[in-house]
């Protein structure tokens, strides 16, 4: 049976721009308006032909429901490492184990409405999978694998059909040469 595994009430850990802890609040409160930074992770995992595993955002969730997305995202628990969290996450979104790699960290803030927004220091990890996710369906909508070009097509666009975080985040991956690393 699948768990809802994200709440409004969770703890978020709000930092500067130096990723130095300065409190802790609400998930809703932190991403209100034009939100107040804290610490997020992202995920892209890549399957044996170098496709990339997306997700469609469950419709119910508050921000960019409904949304194609990286693999996974989540926001570490106070005291947990990102990393930690990222793998957290695989495993309650999609029924994986995965190494992950640390790749680069960045800040950025996305409005989705007048009364919510994203404003995440947010570090993102790459991993290699050969199977395919058994996911949370009271997380995740739908899911399947992109070949890199589409998904180079998606960051080039204005499609609202994909999260702001993954198009900035797939464009440096690329930069940096993923997925052919």
């Known amino acids: 049976m699948n768990q809802i595994v994200s709440r409004e009430t969770d703890l978020l850990v709000l930092v ?15 991403h209100e308006g034009r939100g107040i930074l804290h ?22 969730k508050p921000l960019w429901g409904g949304c194609w997305s990286n ?12 990393i930690d969290a990222a793998k957290r996450r695989v495993g309650e979104e999609l029924g994986l184990d995965v190494e992950l790699e640390y790749v680069y960290k960045f800040e950025y803030q996305a409005e989705w409405s007048p009364e919510y927004s994203e404003n995440e220091l947010c ?3 790459v991993g290699n999978v050969k199977v395919d996710p058994i996911v949370n369906e009271s997380e995740i ?6 070949s890199t070009d589409s998904i180079d097509e998606v960051t080039a666009s204005d499609s609202p059909d994909y999260t702001p975080w993954m198009k900035l985040e797939w464009s440096e991956l690329r930069r940096r ?5």
Do not use: M
């Open 177 to 181: 040469g993923y997925p052919d690393r």
């Open 16 to 30: 500067d721009s130096n990723d130095r802890e300065i409190g802790l609040r609400d998930k809703r409160s932190c």
């Open 123 to 125: 570090s993102v990890f």
């Open 39 to 60: 610490r997020a992770v992202s995920v892209f995992l890549f399957d044996t032909r170098k496709r990339v595993l997306l997700q469609q955002r469950h419709i119910d």
């Open 141 to 146: 909508q739908a899911w399947r694998w992109y």
């Open 71 to 82: 693999s996974c995202c989540t926001h570490p628990f106070y005291g947990e490492e990102p």
